[in-house]
Each structure stands twice: as structure tokens, then as C-alpha cells.
């Protein structure tokens, strides 16, 4: 099978799989015990009145009609108006999801490469004190709740020492039409912003992949291959670099994968706590307002988003190993 | 060996005696394993403590007591070994019944979501065809949704969840991954020569499933069910933590937002360190106890 092939079926599969998530999504905020129209209406209004706002919500459709209409919307991008907001949600995805995606691509990319990095080089010197360590601090760092982690670090870098922000993406002063700000103050600014979030997000999520890559590691270092590697004298750099850490980069995908499902609860978090004004957080205030137009979006666009990112890995996935390519 | 052969054939309790005291010889040279099973027997010890407070006086009771004399935050002192919170409530008292509940919820989420995968895995490796297809489908849906943003809708939807509602959510969407491993060794182990020799003797399937293969598979069983648990608390915490969790029930999580929500955060070390240690402390002891199992099940991992 070829490179394009493979690729195209998996699309069409991730496809799949994103109606599936949409057709729950859909049940899931039909079949709820909650009445839609528990939040909007008050004691005064008429029957009448609520008949109205039933039929302009499109509420008195046969359960059919309303799960086509859904995905029809939802295929144009339209998830209908906020209760809380009174805006279009539509509008409010578009102004959130820019600084969650810096933010969450940032944040993976650099937790990846960090605990593949450390992992590589413990798994090389196992049964040293620095092994012991790093997996000691590694499964302590694993254990601990990602948003005490959080609260630790704004009130000791924040809060005690004042280093940083105590929330926000960007000082507002510098943004105003009327300040005038060169680019690269703006970007630094929010680089300021960030940096705590930033570091405190890879701090929670760096440890499972350090750990689980120094199991692959030690597995694959007990190979014959690597003995053979080492029998011809080639030299320690090559034989890890070149011949044991290729291998294991086809497990570690997987891990990617799935860490990318898990770090999602824990990237709302993170924007919660530190106010960025990011999609998660919104989602986690939206649920909490019960504004459901903007959870449910919030949650499709979200779902979508990591259907695409599993995408991308099994790609990457075809690429390193021709074993699913031909 | 030639001894051993002579001596009477040993019963049943006692082999079973035998496998028992050498998994534990085994365990013990793990050290990790004996360190989680410490902590957790600590934990235990302060979970069975937590009924003994109240008792002593009404104040102590974690939820609603009070000190009469002391109705607001108050640093630790000998009447309250850890302080009192905003509404003037026993920090040390909520403390023990957060481990109460910590090992209820984790225990319970972990046990039923590994009895699922089990099963599912058992199911889906030994039969194959089509029911093998349906559930790995199945599996692989559960897997990519985001469960942590599922929960947080479910929740709001219905308005509050109680904890069992949460330890359900926790167990349904936890399943997927342990049964994939143990499908692959149900593959593995159903083309044995002994399982052969069972369905020769005459075995029904469900017989060879349940009898000859679920024995094998028990340790791997085990060894997700402690990493269920690290994942259970760590996830009824953070749930808790943004305001989904039971507002009756006194948890570790809870703890923290009440001081999150009161604004005391930044301000009172005594009231958020100490439940936070407690849940790092706890999920370390099932994800140690997980790693000494595991290196008995993968003689790989053992020193050389």
C-alpha cells in the first residue's frame, strides 16, 4: 500500500470517527434529563411566549429533524448564539482558539522533546545515580495533580518572588489602538505572559514520556541487533543515536498519540488558572454557566482539532515505519 | 528434584501457599513495591481514623462542624493540628476523610473500568470475527474521545454530579486501554498447547476462557487496575478542583476549592499544601505498587 493510499484511508476514517464524536455530541445534549429551556425561561412568561422560543430554536422539531439540521450547521461552522454571552459562537471559537493553540502546540512539542531527551540519555546510563534521579523526581512530578502544580507556581514565582504575571496573555497598556507598540514588543509581551504556563504545562506532562521512553529505551537495548552494533565497535553515540533511539521512535508515537488526548483536561486547566483566554478555559466556564451553544462548540471544535493531530501522528507513524507504507 | 518427587503430592492450598510467598519474595526484592504498599497502608490507617474526630466533639465534623470560638481561617494550632478553613472547619479532620474517600473513589473507578477491559479483552481475543471487530471499534472511539471535557459536559448537564456518578464516568471511559494489551496476550496465549489440551478434554469455551486463560491474564489485570487508580484520584481531584465534584462529600479535591474559591490561596499555605502532598503521596503508592507487579510479570525489567 502506498504512502497516498494509506493516508487517504486514515482521513476517511478520521472523518468517521469525527461524525461519530458529532452524533454523540448531538444525543448527549438531547437526552440529558435538562430541558434546554430551563435556563432561558422565567415564571412570567406566557405558554405562548415559550411555544415561540421553542419553535425559534427550531425545539418543537422531531428529535430526526433537529440531528440533521445540527449537522448541517455544524458542517457550516454554526453552533448557534451563547446564552451568557448573547454573541455567536461562531465569533467566540474564532477569538479563543488562536492563543490554545500556541499555547497546547507549544507545550507539546517542547514536553515531547524534553522527556524524549532525558529519557534517551537515562535509559543510556541506567543503574547511575542520575537514572535514579530523574525517575524519582519523574514519577513524583507524574503523581502530583496538575493544577496544584499550577497554584504552587503562581504563588511562589508570582506571587512571592513577583517574576511574573498572575494570569493573562498580554499587558493591555501595550495592546490599546492608540500605544503604538512595535511587533516585537507585542511578542515578547506575550511571551512574558506565557512563560509560566508554558513551563508549568511541561513540567506536568514531560515526566510520562520521559518515563515511558526509558522503558522502550532499556526494551530495545536489550535487542540483538544493538549487541551486534556493539560487536562491530561502532561507537556508543552512533549505536544509541542511530540505532536504538530510530527504533524506539515508533512506540513513542503511539504515546504521543494517546498523552495528546490526556493533556487536553489538563491544558483547560492550566488556562484556567492562569486566565489565559484560551478555548478551554472558555469551554470550562461555559459548562459551568450551563451555556451550552459554547460548550458544544467548544467541544466539537476541540474534538475535531485532535482528530486532526492523530491524523498528522499516524502519518508520521507511516513515515518511520515502511511496514504500514507497502 | 528427585527428592521433591518422592515427598506426598502437595494439595492444592499449599502450592497456592507457595505461589503466594514467592510472588511476595519477589515483590519485596522490588523495593518500589514495598515503598507504595507503605504509603498506602499510612493512608489506610488515616481513612479507618476518620470516623474518631467527630466522635471526640461535634466540631471535628469535616463537613459542616465548627469551632464555635474560631468561625473564620485560623493557622494550626493544638485544637486543630492543621487549622481551621474559612468557615472555621477542621483541616485535619477534613484531611482523614479525604482519604476515605480518595481510596473509595480510586479503587472502586479502577476495579470496575479493569473488570471491563478484562472482560472485553478476554471476549474479544479468544472469540474473534466479528464481535472482535465491534468491541476494538468500540475501544478505539472511547480512546480519542477527550474524557476529561466529556465528563465536565456530562456533568453540567446534569447539574452536579454525586461521586458515583463520577466514579461511573471515571470506569466507562478508562476501559479501552488496558483491554487492548490484554486482548493481544489473550491472542497470544489461546494458541498454547495447554489451552489445546483443555478443549480436547472437552472444555466449553467458556470454560477455557474463564478457567484456563482469565488465571493468566490476572496479573496483567492487576497491574492496570493500580495505574487506574493513580489516573482515578488524579482525575476526581481535578474534577473536584474546578467545581464539578460532589459538594457533599469531603475529598481532597474539595478541600482545594473551597480554599481556591474563599481566596485564601496565595495566603494559606497550611490549608492548600497538605491535601495536595496527600493526593501526590497516594497516587505515587499505586503507580509504585504498579511497578513492583510489573517487573514480576516482565522478568525483563528485573536488575540483572
Known sequence: MSMAKYIARRSVEILMLMFVIATLTFLLFRLMPSDPMGIQIDPYRTPEEVQMMREVWGLDKSLPEQYTLFMKNTLRGEFGRSYYWGKDVYGIIREKLPPTVLLFTTMTVMSFSVGMYVGRIIAWRRGGKLEYGSTVTGMFLFSMPGFWICLLAIWVFSFKLGLFPLGGMKTDMLWVASANTPLIIKALDIGYHMFLPLTVGVVISFPGTMLMMKNVMLETLGEDYITTAKAKGLSEKVIRDHHAARNVMLPMVTVLTLSLVGSIGGSMIIETIFCWPGLGAEFLSAAMNYDYPVAQGAFIIMAALLLVALLITEILYAYLDPRIRY | ?304
Not at chain 2, 470560638?69 to 493540628?81: A, Q
Not at chain 2, 499555605?269 to 497516587?283: Q, R
Open chain 2, 1 to 304: 528434584m528427585i527428592n521433591s518427587r518422592l515427598r506426598k503430592p502437595k494439595t492444592k492450598w499449599q502450592k497456592r501457599k507457595e505461589r503466594i510467598r514467592n510472588t511476595w519474595r519477589l515483590f519485596k526484592e522490588t523495593k518500589v513495591g514495598l515503598i507504595g504498599i507503605g504509603i498506602l497502608l499510612f493512608f489506610t490507617i488515616m481513612a479507618f481514623s476518620s470516623f474518631i474526630p467527630p466522635r471526640i466533639d461535634e466540631m471535628y465534623i469535616p463537613l459542616y462542624g465548627a469551632d464555635p470560638d474560631i468561625i473564620t481561617i485560623s493557622s494550626p494550632s493544638l485544637k486543630h493540628f492543621l487549622g481551621t478553613d474559612s468557615m472555621g472547619r477542621d483541616l485535619f479532620s477534613q484531611l482523614l476523610e479525604g482519604s476515605k474517600w480518595a481510596l473509595i473513589i480510586g479503587v472502586t473507578a479502577a476495579t470496575v473500568s479493569v473488570v471491563l477491559s478484562t472482560v472485553v479483552g478476554l471476549v474479544s481475543g479468544y472469540y474473534g470475527g466479528v464481535v472482535d471487530v465491534l468491541l476494538q471499534r468500540t475501544a478505539e472511539v472511547v480512546m480519542t474521545l477527550p474524557g476529561f471535557p466529556l465528563i465536565v459536559i456530562i456533568g453540567s448537564l446534569l447539574r452536579g454530579v454525586s461521586i458515583w456518578n463520577i466514579v461511573v464516568l471515571i470506569s466507562l471511559l478508562g476501559w479501552p486501554g488496558a483491554s487492548k494489551v490484554i486482548r493481544a496476550q489473550v491472542l497470544s496465549l489461546k494458541e498454547r498447547p495447554f489451552i489445546d489440551s483443555a478443549r480436547v478434554c472437552g472444555a466449553s469455551n467458556f470454560r477455557v476462557v474463564f478457567r484456563h486463560i482469565a488465571p493468566n491474564i490476572l496479573p496483567l489485570s492487576f497491574l492496570y487496575m493500580t495505574f487506574g487508580v493513580t489516573g482515578a484520584i488524579l482525575m476526581e481531584a481535578a474534577l473536584s478542583f474546578i467545581g464539578l465534584g460532589d459538594p457533599t462529600t469531603v475529598s481532597w479535591g474539595m478541600m482545594l476549592q473551597w480554599c481556591y474559591r474563599s481566596g485564601f490561596i496565595y495566603k494559606a499555605p497550611f490549608w492548600v499544601l497538605p491535601p495536595g502532598l496527600c493526593i501526590t503521596l497516594l497516587a505515587l503508592a499505586f503507580y509504585l505498587i504498579g511497578m513492583g507487579t510489573e517487573q514480576i510479570i516482565n522478568p525483563r525489567l528485573r536488575k540483572r
